[in-house]
Every structure is written in structure tokens, then in C-alpha cells.
């Protein structure tokens, strides 16, 4: 995870809007990524984003894309406690066929 | 319907033991990997294979050995097992290299 950085940990309370934040450092990264990793259970891929796009909204979960600032954020509206879980923000540097992970953010939500 | 599985789930082992760990998927996906997750969730990569080719290799000890006998499955060797091994460790399998679909894990405790 040394390329791609997230904070360790997040707490929000149900109902709440949560914003998790990514900064990656490859900015030829063509693909990045939300995964999401329930205790004691594997990764799920949430979503990812285009490195030419801005925004993408699925349901609850917005990523938005700063490629200036390469930054990266995922925002679940109206958090539930089922959304509690570590959130892995990771990228597909260009030309690679590997997935870099950061070091995982963890979402509690308090009901 | 799993897509992708692994086997053992659970992996307890003294030092020096060799052991293996299987998986396989049933996605069609031409690409394989291996990743370790440690204790503090950190998560890297170490071997990716392609149509039975080794075509990543992350400065893992040679104690380390992926077997590919066909392109579903990407099996794991280990030799000589040490404790810095205990780790869970996640297969993974991917159409593009960009989207990865991640196996259960298999959780490995070297005493």
C-alpha cells in the first residue's frame, strides 16, 4: 500500500452519510477501485471508475475522481450498520495487469 | 455457483511443514493471482498468472512455489514454513487483469 494511502479509520452514525478518501500516487492509473471486506470474509468489489471519469453513482455509493489532486472518495449516503466493514481503495497502474491496495479504511457505524 | 474458491478455509501447521493451498475458478478468466492480507489487513500481491504463465513475481521467498495446471486453477505451495507466513492468504481471478474477482480466503497460523 505504499502508493495508494487511505486513514485507518471512520465513524459514523446510521443514517449518516459516510465519506471514505483515497489518495493514490500513479496518476497513468487507469482503473481504481472501491472494495469493500466484511469480517472474517473476502474482498467484494463495489465499484470502480474510469480514470477518465469524474463520478460515478451506483445506488447508495458515489465514487468521486480528483485527478489533479489524485484523490479518490466513496461516499455511502443514508450508512447502515451492515455497511460496517474495512474499505480497500485501490489502482491499476497503466500497463500493468496488478492491483495496488491501500492499506484499508475501517467503517464503523454506530446505530 | 462460486465463482471463485479456495481451499482450506482454515490452515494450521508447525514450522518447517509444507503445505498447500488450491484454488480454482469457474469463470472462464484467463488470469490468476495470489495475494497475502496480513495481520494489520494489509494487502499485497504476489504472483499473477496468465493462460498457465507466470507473468508476476513480487520479491516473494523462493519458499513460495504457484503451480497452474490449467488455466481455472492456481495452486499455492509452500516449503519450510515459517511464522512470518501466518497471514490469510486470497486467490484471485480476472478476465482483463482489471476487475478481480476475489476467493474467500484461506486463513494460514504457522505454530
Known amino acids: 500500500g505504499e502508493d495508494v494511502e487511505q486513514s485507518l479509520f471512520l465513524s459514523v452514525r446510521e443514517g449518516d452519510s459516510s465519506v471514505i478518501n483515497c489518495t493514490y500516487t500513479d496518476s497513468s492509473s487507469t482503473y481504481l477501485y472501491w472494495y469493500k471486506q466484511e469480517p472474517g470474509a473476502g474482498l467484494q468489489l463495489l465499484t470502480y471508475i474510469f480514470s477518465n471519469m469524474d463520478m460515478k453513482q451506483d445506488q447508495r455509493l458515489t465514487v468521486l475522481l480528483n485527478k489533479k489532486d489524485k484523490h479518490l472518495s466513496l461516499r455511502i449516503a443514508d450508512t447502515q450498520t451492515g455497511d460496517s466493514a474495512i474499505y480497500f481503495c485501490a489502482e491499476t497502474p497503466r500497463g500493468y495487469q496488478k492491483v495496488t491496495f491501500g492499506i484499508g479504511t475501517k467503517l464503523q457505524v454506530i446505530p | 455457483d462460486t465463482a471463485v474458491s479456495q481451499t482450506p478455509k482454515y490452515l494450521v501447521t508447525q514450522m518447517g511443514n509444507d503445505k498447500s493451498i488450491k484454488c480454482e475458478q469457474n469463470l472462464g478468466h484467463d488470469t490468476m493471482y495470489w495475494y497475502k492480507q496480513d495481520s494489520k489487513k494489509f494487502l499485497k500481491i504476489m504472483f499473477s498468472y496468465n493462460n498457465k504463465e507466470l507473468i508476476i513475481n513480487e520479491t516473494v521467498p523462493n519458499r513460495f512455489s504457484p503451480k497452474s495446471p490449467d488455466k481455472a486453477h492456481l495452486n499455492l505451495h509452500i516449503n519450510s514454513l515459517e511464522l512470518g507466513d501466518s497471514a490469510v492468504y486470497f486467490c484471485?481471478?480476472?478476465?482483463?487483469?482489471?476487475?478481480?474477482?476475489f476467493g474467500p480466503g484461506t486463513r494460514l497460523t504457522v505454530l
Open positions: 484471485a481471478s480476472s478476465l482483463d487483469g482489471n476487475e478481480q474477482f
